[in-house]
């Protein structure tokens, strides 16, 4: 069956390393998304992806980095100049560039502890 | 810019009761309505949708939303809450450049017996 897997499920880090959060999509969407959702704070967009090898800063990159170099995958690495990483991480993707009328379809989420 | 408000960040119903989750956006474009279900530590799953066409729009697991242009409103209800509803839900609307979506800050729903 199609859809996206985010990798892994559980993620520690300790202070001052980076980390990379895995999201590969089987769906043969054009776009791809990577949300923080905290507590009380509903979804925040960190960077997302219209086509592959471009991808654009959502509200809270700072932080935060991605690459885009296959349709299938969309990295994300949270460096250590994210003071406050520890939160749950959603990956989403839509079919078509420039037109999410269909709606996302989102993965099943890694949660990222700073230990 | 497009917004999307969700009232009542936690809505407590009884078991058999009715749901009715409140969402109001504000858009400049005619808009795409989402409503979105997340379960505990998972990703969110489409609800329903309302693209054009009818105003009633049924979903799965007995939801349903009425799009109501006067009053900006995009409204989630089931008639009889169950206990597996317990669960956050996001409504979203689509942003004026048409290529995202914009999400409220979600409604936790709780189920008493």
């Known amino acids: 069956d199609g859809g996206i897997t985010q990798s892994p499920k559980y993620l520690f880090r300790k202070e001052g390393q980076n980390v990379t959060l895995s999201c590969e999509q089987n769906?043969?969407?054009?776009?791809m998304y990577w949300y923080r959702q905290d507590p009380g704070q509903g979804l925040r967009l960190i960077y997302y992806?219209?086509?592959?090898?471009?991808?654009q800063k959502g509200d809270i990159a700072e932080g935060y980095s991605v690459s885009r170099e296959k349709k299938e995958s969309f990295p994300l690495t949270v460096t250590s100049a994210q003071k406050n990483p520890t939160a749950f991480y959603l990956c989403?993707?839509?079919?078509?560039?420039?037109?999410?009328?269909?709606?996302?379809?989102f993965g099943s989420g890694t949660r990222l502890t700073v230990v | 810019a497009q917004s999307v408000t969700q009232l009542g960040s936690h809505v407590s119903v009884s078991e058999g009761a009715l749901v009715l989750l409140r969402c109001n956006y504000s858009?400049?474009?005619?808009?795409?309505l989402f409503w979105y279900v997340q379960y505990p530590n998972q990703g969110l799953q489409l609800l329903l949708k309302?693209?054009?066409?009818?105003?009633l729009v049924k979903g799965i697991n007995g939801f349903e939303a009425e799009f109501k242009k006067s009053e900006t409103s995009f409204h989630l209800t089931k008639p009889s809450a169950h206990m597996s509803d317990a669960a956050e839900y996001f409504c979203?609307?689509?942003?004026?450049?048409?290529?995202?979506?914009?999400f409220g800050g979600g409604t936790r729903l709780m189920v008493k017996p």
């Open positions: 989403a993707s839509s079919k078509f560039a420039g037109e999410p009328v269909y709606g996302y379809t």
């Open positions: 769906l043969n969407h054009d776009a």
């Open positions: 992806s219209q086509i592959v090898n471009d991808f």
């Open positions: 858009s400049s474009v005619p808009p795409y």
């Open positions: 309302y693209t054009t066409g009818a105003t």
């Open positions: 979203a609307v689509r942003n004026n450049a048409g290529n995202m979506l914009t």
